[in-house]
């Protein structure tokens, strides 16, 4: 059976939510971004978004993105994609090419490719650190007790433009943990944004300082398989 799902009213109830939270917690709703994490969804699912007027949206895989979104740049002006998903090494040049923001820089090699990549086209992407808070020996990100080191790393070295932290917390760990981690160590380096919180947590993450927060499920319903 076919799962039957509205994205733009989703939406709609979902920045209604974001703005009442915020607003309970002394917030400007403007400070927190809704990434509408589109990955493996289909055109007609993201089109809904589109019309409604959202132009913020994720995607996890660098050839998904390349696949969907150049036709769709060219029907809707101002879209702003970022990549959530890993990057490897070899992929940096078509992430430069395709994205807007790489919130995924885990690691010192990606960081020199990055700048080398930069530096061969002539700009400069906004990007984000992503920390491993919860130390998962399979999950990507620098280790907290690394997080300062590494920002230096990437500012001083390779002249990268960080604009904040992201995490991925452990499913069974309590998000708000990982989240005011996070919060602390952006904070204690200068970092004004934090991309934390996803369709079930986002409303801890804002609570916490979350300025942008990455929801895929609630907005565009389960995912189907790749």
Known sequence: MTEHVDPARNLSSIKDEIAEIATG??????DVHLVAVSKVHSEDRIVPVLDAGHRLF???RIQEAEGKWPALRERYDDIHLHLIGPLQSNKVKNAVATFDVIETVDRPKIAKALANEFDRVDKRLPCFIQVNTGEESQKAGILPMDVDAFVKTCV????????????IPPVDEEPALHFALLAEMAKRNGLAAKSMGMSADYGTAITLGATHVRVGTAIFGTRPKP
């Open 25 to 30: 917690c002394d917030r400007d709703p403007a």
């Open 58 to 60: 994720g995607e996890n």
């Open 156 to 167: 001083d070295d390779y002249a990268l433009n960080i604009l904040g932290l992201m995490c």
